[in-house]
């Protein structure tokens, strides 16, 4: 109810304005209705104000002060009508009427400066270009006859004037909120219609009085809606918050409206001259259509280098986020280049970004960007240089700055994104590999942004945060792109195959299931550690392919050995799932289609991720519940060794728990894992199957199953073989 106040003020100032016509023309009653609204209207802007912000509550104070004196003055008047039956001009009541201007003047100014949007003094521009020409219009048809009507006294004649004058200014601060983009809320729309019915009312005015008596009538209706619409516009709940989000603080808001307006506005003057040479070619205002001509060229030609200028910037800026460009980084490189000490940069990738955009939209990802760029602003000196480079990538330049403080400020870049970015009604964690370089030793402006982009990719590569660059990674990068295309080769000519490992269950050793690892027999280099490729398969995408051609190779081998060994075959085959594979949103439904064309249950697969490829990404989680839900079980493998937050465990659907190799080698020589006892404990109480890794001697198989392990993966039961043997396995029992 309290939010449709201004709407029921609305129709009862209307229906008031109505009023005042059913009443007798010229009665006591008439006069007061009138005054009343001003003075009710005054009061509603008053309330209004102290909902508002400080900056705002100033601007409606000021608009309701004018008010106040615009009805103290309409007050005054009506005394002297029907109390000392005069109609005195000028009088004590054009005294107030001329103070409310000024109060007027300000409010408008600071509502303005708040609601438009874009560069500030181009919207003045515009409005002294609209203001110029109806200016002029208005001294040649009303203020001219005025100033030069010798039977009035000059005291007269000059307060005469000051009303159309204080109009040309408020058509300045109109046209500013109009054609300077204001916001579209409600509330600016109501002041707009506001001083419309006032300029058109007090223009009608003064144009009538000029050539005959006005008596009162239909513009009375314009000044009584006034004060209705701007105490309206004062009490509508969107004079609180900052109405429809601005443009960027760039953009040019050049319309068609606009350009129309400025253009008509541009071409009063000789209109000026058109019509007073047909009414009457011996006295054409020359001097004054001169000045206005002359005035309207010099703010054009302010306004064409400001709107280069705009250009100019607008070619230098992001156009989502506002912050400066590939374009603007380089250059600012370029400026900083060989003046003094090293500057640095550093760039910045949002992992798994693609992941945002699949599952929320491209609506979130553009405010999550958005969220970064300001989070970044805000943890830079006075002279940096925030840029976005595109995409998910963003750049920060810090011109003249040692290693050790730039490496600071990259270090507290890394803990700021580890805390939620809010995006619309979503909280996001992002992680982000950061690159570190310098311009030491370059005159080429791309250098350092290369160099910071090699550091960065190897930060990604090696799971880093941030990394700061090193000749060496040159080779490395070099390297990578070389094996990043030989992978393509590999995928297309086969050159991968997938050995086995087995699973056993403790104490009798027998092949419980098979853990399947992909290998790459490469015809020059040989055989290529998956440590070496898969890393670089994750960065360029090939992982998502690699990963689907290991799953259906992987089921189509367990139903071969679901036909052929019979009994002795394992239970299921175990599948490295990666976090880039997670992120596909198609990724659930396309296991769901393999165990259909192999016609396998889904409880011969699971599906291992890392606590990275999880952590802080509902994404991930989200597939990993969908493919729970095929029947599929979920193995979380290396715990311990990542991020090792028990509250994972939770949130996670994890089914088995594959302990690290570190925690197992503590038990060499008979020693005791700490470690290795609570992780049992824990899969325990949580209904997990805990899974030890490798397990190389009898000596750790027999302590890890007196903890309450009871099944283990090593070399004691058995290396990765392409064809492994499960009955041979299942002899190499350690129990004793």
């Given at each position: 109810m309290r939010e449709k106040r201004w709407l029921w003020w609305l129709l009862a100032g209307s229906a008031a304005v109505g009023g005042y016509f059913v009443l007798p023309i010229g009665a006591a009653a008439q006069g007061c209705l009138y005054d009343g609204i001003g003075t009710v209207a005054a009061l509603v802007m008053l309330a209004g104000a102290r909902r508002t912000d400080r900056t705002r509550r100033t601007a409606w104070l000021l608009s309701a002060a004018g008010t106040a004196l615009w009805s103290a003055g309409d007050w005054i008047y009506t005394y002297f009508e029907h109390v000392a039956h005069e109609e005195p001009f000028p009088s004590l009541a054009d005294v107030f009427y001329l103070c409310a201007y000024p109060f007027l003047f300000g409010g408008l100014f600071l509502l303005g400066r708040r609601r438009t949007r874009g560069p500030g003094w181009t919207a003045m521009v515009d409005a002294l270009v609209f203001a110029t020409g109806t200016g002029l219009v208005l001294w040649t048809f009303v203020m001219q006859p005025i100033a030069n009507d010798a039977t009035s006294p000059v005291t007269t004649r000059m307060i005469a004037l000051a009303y159309p004058a204080a109009d040309v200014l408020l058509l300045a601060l109109v046209a500013r909120l109009v054609v300077g983009g204001a916001r579209r809320d409600t509330s600016t729309r109501l002041l707009v219609a506001a001083l419309g019915l006032l300029l058109a009312a007090d223009i009608a005015y003064s144009v009538v009085n000029s050539y005959t008596a006005y008596v009162g009538g239909v513009f009375d209706a314009g000044w009584m809606?006034?004060?209705?619409?701007?105490?309206?516009?004062?009490?509508?709940?969107?004079?609180?918050?900052?109405?429809?989000?601005?443009?960027?603080?760039?953009?040019?808001?050049?319309?068609?409206?606009?350009?129309?307006?400025?253009?008509?506005?541009?071409?009063?003057?000789?209109?000026?001259?058109?019509?007073?040479?047909?009414?009457?070619?011996?006295?054409?205002?020359?001097?004054?259509?001169?000045?206005?001509?002359?005035?309207?060229?010099?703010?054009?030609?302010?306004?064409?280098?400001?709107?280069?200028?705009?250009?100019?910037?607008?070619?230098?800026?992001?156009?989502?986020?506002?912050?400066?460009?590939?374009?603007?980084?380089?250059?600012?490189?370029?400026?900083?280049?060989?003046?003094?000490?090293?500057?640095?940069?550093?760039?910045?990738?949002?992992?798994?970004?693609?992941?945002?955009?699949?599952?929320?939209?491209?609506?979130?990802?553009?405010?999550?960007?958005?969220?970064?760029?300001?989070?970044?602003?805000?943890?830079?000196?006075?002279?940096?240089?925030?840029?976005?480079?595109?995409?998910?990538?963003?750049?920060?330049?810090?011109?003249?700055?040692?290693?050790?403080?730039?490496?600071?400020?990259?270090?507290?870049?890394?803990?700021?994104?580890?805390?939620?970015?809010?995006?619309?009604?979503?909280?996001?964690?992002?992680?982000?590999?950061?690159?570190?370089?310098?311009?030491?030793?370059?005159?080429?402006?791309?250098?350092?942004?290369?160099?910071?982009?090699?550091?960065?990719?190897?930060?990604?590569?090696?799971?880093?945060?941030?990394?700061?660059?090193?000749?060496?990674?040159?080779?490395?990068?070099?390297?990578?792109?070389?094996?990043?295309?030989?992978?393509?080769?590999?995928?297309?000519?086969?050159?991968?195959?997938?050995?086995?490992?087995?699973?056993?269950?403790?104490?009798?050793?027998?092949?419980?299931?098979?853990?399947?690892?992909?290998?790459?027999?490469?015809?020059?280099?040989?055989?290529?550690?998956?440590?070496?490729?898969?890393?670089?398969?994750?960065?360029?995408?090939?992982?998502?392919?690699?990963?689907?051609?290991?799953?259906?190779?992987?089921?189509?081998?367990?139903?071969?050995?679901?036909?052929?060994?019979?009994?002795?075959?394992?239970?299921?085959?175990?599948?490295?799932?990666?976090?880039?594979?997670?992120?596909?949103?198609g990724f659930p439904a396309f296991v769901a289609s393999v165990l259909h064309d192999t016609a396998l249950p889904a409880s011969c697969l699971t599906v291992e991720v890392t606590e990275t490829a999880v952590f802080d990404s509902s994404t991930a989680l989200d597939a990993l519940r969908a493919i729970k839900a095929l029947g599929v079980r979920i193995a979380l493998d290396d715990f311990g060794t990542g991020h090792s937050s028990l509250g994972l465990l939770r949130t996670a659907p994890v089914d088995v728990l594959k302990v690290d190799k570190s925690f197992v080698d503590d038990l060499a020589g008979g020693g005791h894992s700490v470690i290795a006892t609570a992780l049992i404990d824990v899969s325990a109480h949580l209904g997990l199957t805990a899974i030890a890794e490798g397990v190389e001697s009898a000596d750790q198989a027999e302590a890890l199953f007196r903890m309450g392990y009871r099944y283990a993966q090593g070399y004691l039961f058995g290396r990765p073989e392409e064809s492994p043997d499960f009955p041979r396995a299942a002899q190499l029992s350690p129990a004793r």
């Amino acid at each position: 109810m309290r939010e449709k106040r201004w709407l029921w003020w609305l129709l009862a100032g209307s229906a008031a304005v109505g009023g005042y016509f059913v009443l007798p023309i010229g009665a006591a009653a008439q006069g007061c209705l009138y005054d009343g609204i001003g003075t009710v209207a005054a009061l509603v802007m008053l309330a209004g104000a102290r909902r508002t912000d400080r900056t705002r509550r100033t601007a409606w104070l000021l608009s309701a002060a004018g008010t106040a004196l615009w009805s103290a003055g309409d007050w005054i008047y009506t005394y002297f009508e029907h109390v000392a039956h005069e109609e005195p001009f000028p009088s004590l009541a054009d005294v107030f009427y001329l103070c409310a201007y000024p109060f007027l003047f300000g409010g408008l100014f600071l509502l303005g400066r708040r609601r438009t949007r874009g560069p500030g003094w181009t919207a003045m521009v515009d409005a002294l270009v609209f203001a110029t020409g109806t200016g002029l219009v208005l001294w040649t048809f009303v203020m001219q006859p005025i100033a030069n009507d010798a039977t009035s006294p000059v005291t007269t004649r000059m307060i005469a004037l000051a009303y159309p004058a204080a109009d040309v200014l408020l058509l300045a601060l109109v046209a500013r909120l109009v054609v300077g983009g204001a916001r579209r809320d409600t509330s600016t729309r109501l002041l707009v219609a506001a001083l419309g019915l006032l300029l058109a009312a007090d223009i009608a005015y003064s144009v009538v009085n000029s050539y005959t008596a006005y008596v009162g009538g239909v513009f009375d209706a314009g000044w009584m809606l006034s004060y209705v619409f701007w105490a309206a516009a004062a009490l509508h709940p969107s004079v609180r918050g900052a109405g429809v989000a601005a443009r960027d603080a760039g953009e040019v808001p050049d319309g068609r409206a606009r350009l129309v307006v400025m253009a008509a506005s541009s071409l009063l003057a000789p209109a000026v001259l058109v019509v007073q040479g047909f009414l009457d070619p011996r006295h054409i205002e020359w001097l004054a259509v001169g000045i206005c001509a002359a005035a309207l060229f010099l703010l054009s030609v302010l306004r064409m280098a400001g709107l280069v200028n705009q250009v100019r910037t607008l070619a230098m800026r992001d156009e989502l986020t506002g912050l400066a460009n590939r374009r603007a980084l380089e250059a600012r490189i370029r400026a900083e280049l060989g003046t003094g000490p090293r500057s640095h940069v550093a760039l910045i990738d949002l992992d798994d970004f693609k992941a945002v955009n699949d599952r929320l939209g491209h609506t979130v990802g553009d405010r999550l960007l958005r969220a970064v760029a300001e989070r970044l602003t805000g943890l830079v000196r006075p002279g940096d240089t925030v840029a976005r480079l595109g995409g998910d990538e963003f750049a920060v330049h810090l011109p003249r700055t040692s290693a050790e403080v730039a490496d600071r400020i990259v270090a507290g870049i890394v803990a700021s994104l580890d805390q939620p970015l809010t995006a619309g009604p979503h909280r996001l964690l992002m992680r982000a590999s950061i690159g570190i370089a310098d311009d030491e030793d370059t005159a080429d402006p791309f250098e350092p942004l290369r160099r910071a982009d090699v550091a960065m990719y190897a930060a990604k590569v090696t799971g880093g945060r941030h990394l700061r660059y090193d000749p060496l990674l040159d080779e490395q990068a070099t390297e990578h792109a070389q094996l990043g295309a030989e992978l393509r080769t590999a995928l297309d000519e086969g050159q991968f195959f997938l050995v086995y490992q087995p699973i056993v269950a403790l104490p009798e050793g027998r092949v419980a299931a098979v853990e399947a690892l992909v290998r790459w027999r490469h015809p020059q280099r040989g055989l290529v550690s998956p440590v070496a490729f898969v890393p670089v398969a994750e960065h360029n995408g090939l992982i998502v392919e690699l990963g689907g051609w290991i799953l259906r190779t992987a089921l189509e081998r367990m139903r071969t050995w679901r036909r052929e060994p019979g009994a002795a075959a394992p239970g299921y085959v175990s599948v490295n799932v990666s976090a880039r594979q997670l992120s596909e949103p198609g990724f659930p439904a396309f296991v769901a289609s393999v165990l259909h064309d192999t016609a396998l249950p889904a409880s011969c697969l699971t599906v291992e991720v890392t606590e990275t490829a999880v952590f802080d990404s509902s994404t991930a989680l989200d597939a990993l519940r969908a493919i729970k839900a095929l029947g599929v079980r979920i193995a979380l493998d290396d715990f311990g060794t990542g991020h090792s937050s028990l509250g994972l465990l939770r949130t996670a659907p994890v089914d088995v728990l594959k302990v690290d190799k570190s925690f197992v080698d503590d038990l060499a020589g008979g020693g005791h894992s700490v470690i290795a006892t609570a992780l049992i404990d824990v899969s325990a109480h949580l209904g997990l199957t805990a899974i030890a890794e490798g397990v190389e001697s009898a000596d750790q198989a027999e302590a890890l199953f007196r903890m309450g392990y009871r099944y283990a993966q090593g070399y004691l039961f058995g290396r990765p073989e392409e064809s492994p043997d499960f009955p041979r396995a299942a002899q190499l029992s350690p129990a004793r």
